[in-house]
């Protein structure tokens, strides 16, 4: 089948639609009524160079040049990802590199509550008083220590020092500093 068809259409033929006229090979597929792929196969049969998105004019596309969030170098960035507002990176390197980054001041950020110690006593804590100590309520549990983990940093794993409290009621908590332990 792919052998008749480069045998019909000739070299000129396929040019001046490919590369005249700049159709798809998609849509010349639809003019001869063969698969994509045979029009791949003859123009490559044909030596005739295909083109990739980059032989599109500037009024066509979407995008913008914008700077690499990492490096800085000037990086195209599509219409699609500007409204998604995602990162530009000009490579997968600096993708990686500022990923690794973020994630180490994410980490830093966090300290102590996001290490293995603190979400251990912290699920403790809630297990052992099933609510909140001030109000009953069983939604959003927090764990709050007693004496603050800052000032006695010794007792900040002690499930003794520790108390469950709603968010709403560890807010409070916070802002007033008058609650007693019951």
């Known amino acids: 089948m792919r052998s008749v ?8 033929e396929l040019n001046s639609l490919y590369t005249d006229k700049k159709l798809s090979q998609r849509k010349i597929a639809e003019i001869f009524s063969v698969s994509p792929s045979t029009i791949k196969l003859a123009l490559r ?17 979407t995008g913008a040049i914008t700077p690499c969030k990492q490096c800085g170098k000037p990086t195209y ?35 102590w509550r996001g290490q293995r110690k603190y979400r251990l006593w912290r699920k403790a804590v809630i297990s052992r008083d099933k609510n909140c100590k001030k109000c009953g309520s069983k939604n959003n549990l927090c764990a709050h220590h007693v004496l603050e983990a800052q000032n006695f940093p010794e007792k900040m794993y002690d499930v003794k020092n520790g108390i469950t409290l709603c968010k709403t009621c560890h807010i409070q908590v916070h802002k007033n500093h008058n609650f007693q332990v019951p």
Not at 45 to 61: D, G
């Open 77 to 111: 960035k599509k219409g699609s990802r500007i409204k998604n507002q995602e990162n530009v990176f000009c490579s997968q390197i600096c993708s990686h590199n500022y990923q690794s980054v973020t994630r180490k001041k994410i980490s830093e950020k966090i300290g």
């Open 5 to 12: 068809f480069i045998n019909q259409v000739g070299k000129k």
């Open 45 to 61: 049969f044909f030596e005739i160079k295909t083109r990739n998105k980059s032989w599109k004019n500037e009024e066509l596309k």
